[in-house]
């Protein structure tokens, strides 16, 4: 396998996922919605005051992108990794094309880690798209006047810019994560459906299960407390022991499903 030959296969297959309708309606959306909530916001008399930073997106355009960025979270992000990692493989199996694939000048290993890196890929690019849209949209409509922090402490809009850039690059390994794992339900049930549904069903079932009593190390495993890890670099000062931990979480989820993608595929005869 060599860096050329993943390179090669990521771009192809980059190309091919972007030429989807779902994926271009996808970024579409990711580039529109902040504007379309902006705009509601402008003229609308009443606030989101049930969501963090929600009073303050009349008073503070950055409000903006954080309030977006607690909706995404919780039902918007799982959304775009599934529809990124759960259809990549499964496809070659509806159309009955891995035989064609594994006939590239490329190994079974460039084709499958350049499938991988692509999914990777434009999962996070849809989140710089909805991050950069967000920011766009309460600077140019709102503005950028100093926002309160969650410690009742005043940030002014350079240090609360620089806070909620940081808050939109936490949530990037979580969503790496739920991608890899839409990726092996995707290689293990060959079915695009269950790839792209199931993932998103564990992640709304993992929302539920953290609004229940009990123990807290539990909830601080699932995948989906690591979205909202970004609450503590909002905080005066600041702290960091939950972004540590929604990393190390991250990775446990990406490993095991990744090595679950990898044991699979060696084992199957994809190329029948």
Same mark, same amino acid.
């Given at each position: 396998?060599?860096?050329?030959?993943?390179?090669?296969?990521?771009?192809?297959?980059?190309?091919?996922?972007?030429?989807?309708?779902? =994926?271009?309606? =996808?970024?579409?959306?990711?580039? &529109?919605?902040?504007?379309?909530?902006?705009?509601?916001?402008?003229?609308?008399?009443?606030?989101?005051?049930?969501?963090?930073?929600?009073?303050?997106?009349?008073?503070?355009?950055?409000?903006?992108?954080?309030?977006?960025?607690?909706?995404?979270?919780?039902?918007?992000?799982?959304?775009?990794?599934?529809?990124?990692?759960?259809?990549?493989?499964?496809?070659?199996?509806?159309?009955?094309?891995?035989?064609?694939?594994?006939?590239?000048?490329?190994?079974?290993?460039?084709?499958?880690?350049?499938?991988?890196?692509?999914?990777?890929?434009?999962?996070? =690019?849809?989140?710089?798209?909805?991050? $950069?849209?967000?920011?766009?949209?309460?600077?140019?409509?709102?503005?950028?006047?100093?926002?309160?922090?969650?410690?009742?402490?005043? $940030?002014?809009?350079?240090?609360?810019?620089? !806070?909620?850039?940081?808050?939109?690059?936490?949530?990037?390994?979580?969503?790496?994560?739920?991608?890899?794992?839409?990726?092996?339900?995707?290689?293990?049930? !060959?079915?695009? &459906?269950?790839?792209?549904?199931?993932?998103? $069903?564990?992640?709304?079932?993992?929302?539920?299960?953290?609004?229940?009593?009990?123990?807290? $190390?539990?909830?601080?495993?699932?995948?989906?407390?690591?979205?909202?890890?970004?609450?503590?670099?909002?905080?005066?000062?600041?702290?960091?022991?939950?972004?540590?931990?929604?990393?190390?979480?991250?990775?446990?989820?990406?490993?095991?499903?990744?090595?679950?993608?990898?044991?699979?595929?060696? !084992?199957?005869?994809?190329?029948?």
């Amino acid at each position: 396998m060599t860096v050329r030959g993943v390179a090669a296969v990521a771009g192809v297959e980059c190309s091919k996922l972007l030429a989807q309708l779902k =994926l271009r309606l =996808l970024l579409a959306v990711c580039a &529109a919605a902040p504007f379309g909530f902006a705009v509601v916001v402008l003229i609308q008399t009443s606030l989101p005051t049930d969501t963090l930073f929600g009073r303050a997106v009349k008073d503070s355009g950055l409000a903006v992108s954080l309030v977006i960025l607690g909706f995404a979270a919780l039902w918007g992000l799982p959304v775009v990794s599934s529809i990124a990692g759960g259809d990549l493989f499964s496809a070659e199996d509806r159309y009955n094309t891995w035989k064609s694939v594994l006939t590239r000048s490329r190994t079974r290993m460039e084709i499958v880690t350049g499938k991988l890196v692509a999914a990777l890929g434009v999962s996070f =690019l849809a989140v710089l798209v909805l991050a $950069l849209s967000s920011f766009a949209a309460g600077i140019l409509l709102i503005g950028a006047q100093p926002i309160v922090g969650l410690s009742g402490v005043l $940030l002014s809009a350079p240090d609360a810019s620089v !806070r909620i850039g940081l808050a939109w690059l936490s949530v990037v390994p979580p969503v790496l994560a739920l991608t890899a794992v839409a990726i092996v339900v995707s290689i293990v049930t !060959r079915s695009s &459906a269950a790839g792209v549904g199931l993932p998103v $069903l564990a992640a709304l079932a993992m929302q539920l299960l953290a609004l229940i009593d009990g123990p807290e $190390l539990p909830r601080r495993l699932l995948i989906t407390s690591a979205f909202g890890a970004w609450h503590g670099l909002l905080a005066d000062p600041p702290f960091y022991g939950p972004l540590f931990d929604a990393m190390l979480v991250s990775a446990g989820y990406a490993a095991v499903a990744l090595f679950l993608a990898y044991r699979t595929l060696r !084992r199957r005869e994809i190329g029948g």
